[in-house]
């Protein structure tokens, strides 16, 4: 169970870099571990990215709509 962990972690280290996906797949599998699991750990990670990703946009949002709304005021209208 330890051996197959590492595997994963190798391999979600592997993964981790500017690669296409069938390149990060064959990396995986290369290091002996099924291509089911390859598989799932590159989507997890994709996943993950694209969840922080999104976070850090809405939160960018959030703080340009605070910066926007002090700043904006309708002419002639107190």
Do not use: P, W
């Not at 169970?1 to 690669?19: D, I, R």
């Not at 064959?26 to 922080?52: E, P, W």
């Not at 703080?63 to 002419?75: L, P, T, W």
């Amino acid at each position: 169970m330890k051996k197959m962990v590492l595997a994963v972690l190798v391999c979600a280290v592997a993964l981790s870099g500017c690669t296409t996906e069938s390149q990060r797949i064959a990396n995986c599998t290369n290091t002996g571990v099924s291509l089911d699991t390859c598989f799932k750990v590159d989507h997890d990670n994709q996943n993950v990215s694209r969840a922080a990703a999104l976070q850090n946009a809405y939160k960018r949002s959030d703080e340009y709509a605070k910066q926007y709304d002090n700043k904006h005021y309708h002419h002639g209208v107190e």
